[in-house]
């Protein structure tokens, strides 16, 4: 239930409404930006009826629509309800935030492990996990996941006969008007060996890379791929794409046949503070 805009509001800011899901914690968002200003906590509950100057069937609530109604007992036309409103602090609004659209931690291929991270399984690709794969840590990319993370991956991959370049997809749901940074773990592998090879990464349906390639660091090294302020599209959407870009050598079953394929370990979806 929305209110009327304001224009130039001398608490809220410049064309600004209250939205009211029930009878109060409604919030009040920025016309211009959509950014949560303040909370509007409830109106003045007051008794009114259809009937002027009656105290007969009076009924108590907030008027979103006071056409044709009175104060009881009283000939004056009624005026509509006016919530109040506090404005709510950093942390308070990060919280609501949060709450509302939380950090996405994706263990591709894995199961859940501590700090958020959720298991997760595409069900276009194919998943992995190698329990015994030693993680090379003489380079460290900037605030790594967890390394159980990069012991898993799901991958999707096609033959070259199929004239297809495959692609892996990923979608959530994010909030209108926020920034948010989209991170993507790899381990690296010997090209030859497990068929890892340069790909096309796309933000909703954006180039964010034309060619990331997840070995660049070396065998069984962490790569991170971050693109930061990140804006949600217009179905308030983040929408993930991984494409193949080159044919190379497949890994087993496929007896190192040539393949073009995509794999990932780890996706995280982070609002901006």
């Excluded at 996990?129 to 605030?143: A, F, K």
């Excluded at 799901?154 to 959530?172: D, E, G, Q, R, W």
């Excluded at 749901?173 to 060996?193: C, I, P, Q, W």
């Excluded at 971050?226 to 929408?239: C, R």
Aim: proline share 8%.
């Amino acid at each position: 239930m929305y209110w009327d805009w304001i224009s130039n509001d001398p608490s809220w800011g410049d064309w600004t409404a209250a939205l009211s899901p029930g009878d109060s914690g409604g919030g009040i968002f920025n016309n211009v930006n959509h950014k949560l200003v303040s909370v509007s906590h409830s109106g003045v509950w007051q008794p009114y009826n259809d009937v002027p100057n009656s105290g007969v069937g009076c009924e108590s609530g907030w008027l979103f629509d006071p056409t044709g109604m009175y104060p009881c007992w009283s000939s004056s036309n009624a005026v509509r309800t006016r919530c109040y409103n506090s404005f709510i602090s950093s942390y308070e609004l990060s919280w609501i935030l949060n709450t509302v659209s939380p950090t996405t931690r994706l263990n591709a291929g894995g199961d859940q492990i501590d700090g958020g991270w959720t298991s997760w399984r595409a069900p276009e690709g194919t998943s992995t996990y190698d329990g015994n794969v030693t993680i090379d840590t003489s380079y460290t990319p900037p605030n790594p996941a967890p390394d159980e993370v990069y012991k898993s991956n799901v991958k999707v991959f096609a033959l070259p006969a199929n004239n297809s370049n495959p692609s892996l997809t990923y979608s959530t749901y994010a909030l209108n008007g926020e920034l948010y940074k989209v991170r993507l773990h790899f381990l690296g592998y010997l090209d030859s060996v497990n068929g890892i090879a340069p790909m096309t990464i796309k933000i909703n349906g954006s180039v964010a890379s034309s060619n990331f390639n997840p070995s660049s660091q070396g065998v069984n090294k962490r790569a991170v791929f971050e693109e930061v302020n990140v804006s949600p599209d217009s179905s308030s959407s983040i929408v993930i794409q991984l494409i193949a870009n080159e044919t190379i050598a497949g890994p087993p079953p496929n007896n190192y046949k040539p393949v073009k394929q995509v794999v990932v370990s780890g996706i995280e979806i982070i609002r901006n503070p």
